[in-house]
């Protein structure tokens, strides 16, 4: 039997949209049948809304940063483009994006499938997104580097 990626992204993705603030699916990618590993790009729906919804995501059970993942380029037309690679800990970019990258192991028969979103929130400018990464920190009470050890993934589990 197939693997059903649209069954799959249904119940294991779908519901993450719903709650608030709410996000949207952007892309997916995902190699093999069935795959180790499923990445979903999910965006803010609304803008200014990403502090909110990485947190949101965050705490939803079973959720931590995706640390120390190697560098994976895909091509976009005519492109080389690197996702990602490195630490998943929210960051802003050059281009006004606010990203996080989550990892959680979803539970399939025999074996776990990873899910990896990256939570982004599109802003005017790369201050802004800044801005918005320093807010998500701001949301917890902690320090930022107690929230990054706190959602540390379980190497080995």
Known sequence: ?????????????????????????HSELHRGDPPEE????????????????AKRILETSGFSFDYLREQAMVRV????????????????????MALARFYKAIPEGDRHIGLILDVGGK???????????????SLFEISPLQVCADHR???GG
């Open 153 to 155: 993934p379980t190497f």
């Open 38 to 53: 499923v990445l979903v790009f999910l965006q803010a729906k609304e803008p200014g809304t990403w502090p909110l919804l």
């Open 1 to 25: 039997m197939s693997f059903d990626i649209k069954k799959w992204l249904d119940q294991h993705v779908v519901p993450l949209l719903a709650g608030e603030p709410q996000a949207l699916i």
């Open 77 to 96: 037309g005519d492109s080389i483009v690197n996702i990602f690679g490195g630490d998943g800990a929210p960051f802003f970019n050059k281009n006004g």
């Open 123 to 137: 802003y005017e400018t790369p201050g802004l997104a800044a801005d918005a990464v320093k807010h998500f920190f």
